[in-house]
């Protein structure tokens, strides 16, 4: 059987950081996890690039495009990206639902940079590779592995700012886990909708709810192309809050609602001033069980793909 030919793109993270002298953790030289191009247990050929290595903060859309040429343009039968974790699932989601291939995409990333005690980063990318070289990989989107655990892009999580099982799958669990032998997948998530996007210059902002939010931020909102409002449970917001977001979405600007609830999915249930279902009257747009970011990526792609006008087509 010809060895798998995996494309491990290395985009920078506390996966090719390293902990000084002073506990302070940051990039330092040569990457090391670029280094890493045997895994032991798989057998594959790599083409390794490096595009950028940056802290996952500083990653842009821009960014996550020149990653999704990479792939378009590699023959490779599986991708691995290493990306720092704190933007993570915004990379893998974007790719999720801008890239049409049954190929595995696995992104992967360390909670603990390279020098420091019990370090995960190469255990990660391990079972990462281990994954993206696998068929029963194939079709299953893109996907987040880390801690061993298999992730759909869809729910995956960054849940705890420190903790190794830091990623979790928001609504559900993980769609399978990484054994020494391979992945074991224990289902498939639903296929998703590929972008055709164009550009990506839209400023959609996510705004957060909270009690006696009024109507100073929804007014800032004008001069955008669209916005994500977090709202309070099943998609609610405050009265002088919706004062002014009720117009602005009647006027035709796009507003999706998401929870700002760590689960479930927001349904336009409450009909009081604020309440889902009369945010919904007024044409505002629900993002089911999205977070905030993810839905603002939605949106971003949605518009990008020249569906303005028919937005209803992607949200509830
Ligand atoms: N702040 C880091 C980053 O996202 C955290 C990490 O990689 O785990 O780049």
């Given at each position: 059987?010809s060895?798998?030919?995996?494309?491990?793109?290395h985009t920078?993270?506390t996966?090719?950081?390293?902990?000084?002298?002073?506990?302070?953790?940051?990039p330092?030289?040569?990457?090391?996890?670029?280094?890493v191009?045997?895994?032991?247990?798989v057998?594959?050929?790599y083409?390794v690039?490096?595009?950028?290595?940056?802290?996952?903060?500083h990653?842009t859309?821009e960014?996550?495009?020149?990653?999704?040429?990479?792939?378009?343009?590699?023959?490779?039968?599986?991708?691995?990206?290493?990306?720092?974790?704190?933007?993570m699932?915004e990379?893998?989601f974007?790719?999720?639902?801008?890239?049409?291939?049954p190929?595995?995409?696995?992104?992967?990333?360390?909670?603990?940079?390279?020098?420091e005690?019990?370090?995960?980063?190469?255990p990660?990318?391990?079972?990462?590779?281990k994954?993206?070289?696998s068929?029963?990989?194939?079709?299953?989107g893109?996907?987040?592995?880390?801690?061993?655990s298999i992730?759909s892009?869809?729910?995956?999580?960054?849940?705890n700012?420190?903790?190794?099982?830091?990623?979790?799958?928001?609504?559900?669990?993980?769609?399978?886990t990484?054994?020494?032998t391979?992945?074991?997948?224990?289902?498939?998530?639903s296929e998703?909708?590929?972008?055709?996007i164009?550009?990506?210059n839209?400023?959609?902002p996510?705004?957060?709810?909270?009690?006696?939010?009024d109507?100073f931020l929804?007014?800032?909102?004008a001069?955008?192309?669209?916005a994500?409002?977090?709202?309070?449970?099943q998609g609610?917001?405050?009265?002088?809050a919706?004062?002014?977001?009720?117009?602005?979405?009647?006027?035709?600007?796009?507003?999706?609602?998401t929870s700002?609830c760590?689960?479930?999915i927001?349904?336009?249930?409450?009909?009081?001033?604020?309440g889902?279902?009369?945010?919904?009257?007024?044409?505002a747009?629900?993002a089911?069980?999205?977070?905030?970011?993810?839905?603002?990526?939605?949106?971003?792609?949605?518009?990008?793909?020249?569906?303005k006008?028919e937005?209803?087509?992607?949200?509830l």
């Amino acid at each position: 059987m010809s060895k798998k030919h995996i494309l491990l793109l290395h985009t920078g993270g506390t996966i090719s950081m390293k902990e000084n002298a002073a506990g302070s953790v940051a990039p330092d030289g040569a990457n090391p996890i670029a280094e890493v191009i045997h895994i032991p247990g798989v057998e594959a050929r790599y083409t390794v690039k490096e595009p950028f290595q940056l802290p996952s903060p500083h990653m842009t859309l821009e960014k996550m495009l020149v990653l999704r040429e990479e792939i378009e343009a590699s023959d490779a039968d599986g991708v691995v990206i290493t990306h720092g974790t704190d933007t993570m699932e915004e990379t893998a989601f974007f790719l999720h639902i801008t890239l049409n291939t049954p190929r595995p995409v696995v992104l992967t990333g360390a909670m603990r940079s390279s020098n420091e005690a019990g370090a995960d980063g190469v255990p990660n990318l391990t079972a990462a590779v281990k994954t993206a070289a696998s068929p029963d990989a194939r079709g299953k989107g893109v996907l987040v592995v880390m801690n061993n655990s298999i992730h759909s892009a869809e729910f995956v999580a960054k849940t705890n700012s420190g903790s190794l099982d830091s990623f979790q799958s928001r609504n559900s669990g993980p769609i399978g886990t990484v054994l020494k032998t391979g992945p074991r997948f224990f289902s498939t998530p639903s296929e998703s909708q590929a972008f055709a996007i164009t550009k990506l210059n839209y400023r959609v902002p996510v705004l957060k709810a909270y009690a006696g939010m009024d109507d100073f931020l929804i007014s800032q909102l004008a001069s955008c192309d669209g916005a994500v409002i977090e709202a309070m449970g099943q998609g609610n917001i405050p009265p002088e809050a919706a004062k002014a977001l009720v117009p602005l979405i009647q006027s035709g600007f796009p507003v999706v609602i998401t929870s700002r609830c760590e689960n479930g999915i927001v349904e336009p249930v409450y009909a009081y001033e604020g309440g889902g279902a009369a945010l919904k009257e007024a044409g505002a747009l629900f993002a089911r069980g999205l977070s905030g970011p993810k839905a603002r990526l939605k949106l971003i792609a949605a518009l990008s793909a020249g569906y303005k006008g028919e937005l209803n087509r992607f949200f509830l």
